[in-house]
């Protein structure tokens, strides 16, 4: 008796919870096909042993097809919330299919909220990269491109005044690379984050003010991967710092010019820490079929200790990357949850490194273009 009383409660309590929340579901496929150049970001030339090779030996390129899922579940009751996603993706290369790979990205989100001004957040993730190689882009450490990474943050919303939003979240990482030979590479990290955005009306229209930093230290574990720190250790720490401006032209248009501030203090050997910085700006356009987003940025990196060189000597300057970087995506529905879409994508690096013995620290340039099809359901 005992037993279908417990029961009957808690069967009670569910149709009560389900009566008062509400689940919402979202689920799209897309598929792109298109060409990239560079996709391991090699430099042009690299000697070895002796041996010149030139960018036909070193740049790969090729005509790829992209699978995309991305699924959305989200449930509310009283003054909770949980959202969850999952988005598997494989970028498959026609001629080089080795080099073909796929990842998955997994995200639990909760959040509680206490007052209309205080909510209470939280975040589980997980991203599987599964890709074999090493990448031109690396610097300091060797990162394969293949890895693991799972995190967690948890931290409070605030609304202290009118028309303001406060985040401040406490966050952890951890990310194991796939290991390359007899080197190995793993890291944790974990940090604070703090973000505010004021909005106010002109004309009608909103605009935001925001403004984000962070502080995270990184602990790396190099496994037969550093001949200069013998120990395989490596203690870094980051601090970034954002400023943007949402400026809208309408209803349907708007933009948002940004500068970015980024520093790592190297506390293992001094040698890796460097200033980042620059500007950037974002497109956003929307109507009832249309969508275009775009963004573009230029990035200088200059490293507080590294020396550049030529091939024969250094040239007595430090180390300095310049980054330019765009990214559009685009779509228009056709009907019946069907949208044509496009991707351009074009990263351009410049350094002061010239050195043909080396493959870190070297320009490089990657780009790639596709046009496919979005299915909604």
Same mark, same amino acid.
């Given at each position: 008796?005992?037993?279908?009383?417990? #029961?009957?409660?808690?069967?009670?309590?569910? +149709?009560? &919870? +389900? %009566?008062?929340?509400?689940?919402?579901?979202?689920?799209?496929?897309?598929?792109? %096909?298109?060409?990239?150049?560079?996709?391991?970001?090699?430099?042009?030339?690299? /000697?070895? !042993?002796?041996?010149?090779?030139?960018?036909?030996?070193?740049?790969?390129?090729?005509?790829?097809?992209?699978?995309? +899922?991305?699924?959305?579940?989200?449930?509310?009751?009283?003054?909770?919330?949980?959202?969850? $996603?999952?988005?598997?993706?494989?970028?498959?290369?026609?001629?080089?299919?080795?080099?073909?790979?796929?990842?998955?990205?997994?995200?639990?989100?909760?959040?509680?909220?206490?007052?209309?001004?205080?909510?209470?957040?939280?975040?589980?993730?997980?991203?599987?990269?599964?890709?074999?190689?090493?990448?031109?882009?690396?610097?300091?450490?060797?990162?394969?491109?293949?890895?693991?990474?799972?995190? &967690?943050?948890?931290?409070?919303?605030?609304?202290?005044?009118?028309?303001?939003?406060?985040?401040?979240?406490?966050?952890?990482?951890?990310?194991?690379?796939?290991?390359?030979?007899?080197?190995?590479?793993?890291?944790?990290?974990?940090?604070?984050?703090?973000? $505010?955005?004021?909005?106010?009306?002109? !004309?009608?229209?909103? *605009?935001?003010?925001?403004? !984000?930093?962070?502080?995270?230290?990184?602990?790396?574990?190099?496994?037969?991967?550093?001949?200069?720190?013998?120990?395989?250790?490596?203690?870094?720490?980051?601090?970034?710092?954002?400023?943007?401006?949402?400026?809208?032209?309408?209803?349907?248009?708007?933009?948002?010019?940004?500068?970015?501030?980024?520093?790592?203090?190297?506390?293992?050997?001094?040698?890796?820490?460097?200033?980042?910085?620059?500007?950037?700006?974002?497109?956003?356009?929307?109507?009832?079929?249309?969508?275009? /987003?775009?963004?573009?940025?230029?990035?200088?990196?200059?490293?507080?200790? +590294?020396?550049?060189?030529?091939?024969? #000597? &250094?040239?007595?300057?430090?180390?300095?990357?310049?980054?330019?970087?765009? *990214?559009?995506?685009?779509?228009?529905?056709?009907?019946?949850?069907?949208?044509?879409?496009?991707?351009?994508?074009?990263?351009?690096?410049?350094?002061?490194?010239?050195? #043909?013995? &080396?493959?870190?620290? /070297?320009?490089?340039?990657?780009?790639?273009? %596709?046009?496919?099809?979005?299915?909604?359901?």
């Amino acid at each position: 008796m005992e037993n279908r009383n417990i #029961i009957l409660a808690v069967l009670i309590v569910f +149709i009560y &919870a +389900i %009566g008062f929340s509400q689940s919402k579901n979202t689920f799209d496929i897309e598929t792109q %096909g298109g060409y990239e150049y560079n996709y391991f970001k090699s430099p042009k030339e690299v /000697r070895v !042993n002796d041996s010149v090779l030139s960018k036909e030996d070193l740049i790969s390129s090729g005509i790829y097809q992209d699978i995309s +899922i991305n699924y959305k579940y989200r449930y509310k009751w009283k003054k909770n919330r949980i959202r969850l $996603s999952l988005n598997p993706f494989s970028r498959l290369f026609y001629e080089n299919f080795d080099d073909s790979y796929w990842s998955l990205d997994t995200r639990a989100k909760y959040d509680h909220r206490f007052t209309k001004k205080t909510t209470f957040l939280a975040e589980v993730r997980f991203r599987r990269m599964n890709r074999e190689g090493l990448g031109g882009d690396q610097d300091v450490l060797i990162n394969p491109l293949g890895y693991t990474n799972y995190g &967690a943050t948890a931290g409070i919303k605030l609304m202290p005044f009118n028309a303001n939003e406060m985040t401040l979240e406490g966050f952890y990482n951890f990310k194991n690379f796939d290991a390359f030979g007899v080197r190995d590479l793993q890291f944790d990290e974990f940090g604070i984050q703090f973000s $505010s955005v004021q909005s106010f009306t002109v !004309n009608r229209l909103e *605009h935001k003010i925001k403004v !984000n930093t962070y502080f995270k230290k990184r602990k790396y574990d190099t496994f037969n991967a550093s001949e200069i720190d013998t120990d395989g250790e490596r203690d870094w720490d980051y601090i970034k710092g954002g400023l943007f401006y949402e400026l809208p032209f309408s209803e349907k248009f708007k933009i948002k010019p940004n500068f970015v501030y980024y520093v790592r203090i190297d506390n293992s050997t001094g040698r890796s820490g460097f200033n980042q910085f620059g500007p950037g700006i974002n497109m956003r356009y929307k109507n009832k079929t249309t969508k275009v /987003r775009a963004s573009l940025s230029f990035i200088t990196r200059k490293y507080k200790e +590294i020396e550049a060189r030529n091939t024969e #000597i &250094a040239i007595g300057e430090n180390l300095k990357y310049q980054y330019a970087n765009f *990214h559009l995506n685009a779509s228009h529905q056709i009907g019946n949850g069907f949208s044509l879409t496009a991707t351009l994508y074009s990263r351009v690096r410049s350094t002061n490194y010239t050195d #043909i013995d &080396a493959r870190s620290f /070297r320009n490089y340039r990657n780009q790639y273009a %596709g046009i496919g099809v979005l299915w909604e359901l």
